[in-house]
């Protein structure tokens, strides 16, 4: 029937023996996008859309790609939140949970696109198996990321969760009322995690100080994008570990020797990094470059 897609979902067993489900949907080469597809709850979504995320962002995706390529998709990150891998998130351990993500959807060669840390994901993934037949990062640049301000950040997080569980061990009973914050002042927002959930990302961003992104990127050959929003620099409090994570800035800086070495780059005026990760903004850019690419790499 016209406007059909085929649909189809699976699991995969990651490295810490958890299992993730996967979807498939829509026909032609595959493309591996680890994204939220399954609705939020009205008042989810409603507090999303007041931050400036956008609550339909997987489904989105999907709807815009899937008459072109066949889109797996897999909630990576809600995942890891539910089960964390503590100790072992290593960069080895997160491309090899894309690839059997990969594998459980029947897909030996793929495109990939994932947004911020997603997108650090990626470039782990490219280095490191041959399977990738483009690359598309989002919101996070593949010559000088942040991860030495990333490592603090996510630092800052875990104390704070810590000391979150201490205080709710040794408050007095009682009722307790969330505190009141207004969407945007990420500075007054509070962590409302498990300490096992921010130290997994401690140990991801300790196992990257070392990493060589502007070798990598000059090494890869694959067809590939880099884009974000002009405004994507985040300056953090004390609180948050006094980092400054740049975006945009290493993507501006380093524009011509991207674009020479065969990345296509784009920035996106005025928007920050929740805005580019939109659908309105983020598929345009991702469908065009996919479009443009059509019949360089390689099909699944």
């Known amino acids: 029937m016209v406007g059909m897609s085929r649909q189809r979902e699976t699991a995969a067993v990651l490295h810490d023996g ?5 979807q498939i949907r829509g ?3 595959a493309l591996l996008v680890p994204v939220r597809v399954e609705p939020y709850d009205p008042s989810t979504a409603a507090t999303m859309a007041l931050w400036g995320a956008d609550p339909d962002l997987g489904e989105s995706l999907v709807a815009g790609l899937e008459a072109t390529h066949q889109v797996i998709t897999c909630d ?10 503590v100790s072992t998130l290593t960069p080895e351990n997160l491309a090899g949970d894309l690839l059997v993500i990969a594998d459980a959807a029947g897909a030996d060669r793929f495109a990939y696109y994932g947004y911020s840390w997603l997108a ?3 470039l782990q993934l490219a280095v490191r198996s041959q399977r990738v037949t483009a690359l598309a990062m989002g919101g996070f640049p593949p010559i000088d990321g942040p991860y030495a301000a990333m490592l603090a950040v996510t630092r800052a997080a875990h104390a704070e969760a810590v000391a979150q569980v201490i205080r709710a061990a040794t408050a007095p009973p009682g009722e307790v ?6 969407p945007g002042d990420w500075d007054a927002a509070t962590i409302q995690v ?3 959930q921010t130290q997994q990302f401690v140990t991801l961003y300790e196992h990257l100080q070392d990493f060589d992104d502007a070798g990598v990127a000059a090494s890869l050959t694959m067809p590939r994008l880099t ?5 994507d620099t985040i300056v953090y409090s004390p609180k948050w570990g006094d980092a400054t994570v740049e975006i945009a800035g290493p993507i501006a800086r380093h524009r011509s020797r991207l674009v020479e070495q065969g990345w296509r780059v784009r920035l996106l005026q005025g928007l920050d990094h929740i805005g580019a990760m939109n659908s309105s903004n983020a598929l345009p850019v991702l469908r065009d470059w996919l479009d443009s690419i059509s019949g360089l790499a390689d099909p699944a």
């Open 27 to 29: 026909s032609g080469p």
């Open 120 to 122: 650090l994901a990626g």
């Open 76 to 85: 990576y990150e809600g995942h890891r939140m539910a089960h964390p891998a």
């Open 177 to 182: 009322v969330p505190e009141e914050v207004a």
């Open 227 to 231: 884009f974000a929003g002009s405004e």
């Open 194 to 196: 498990d300490p096992d």
């Open 18 to 22: 958890s299992v993730v489900p996967v």
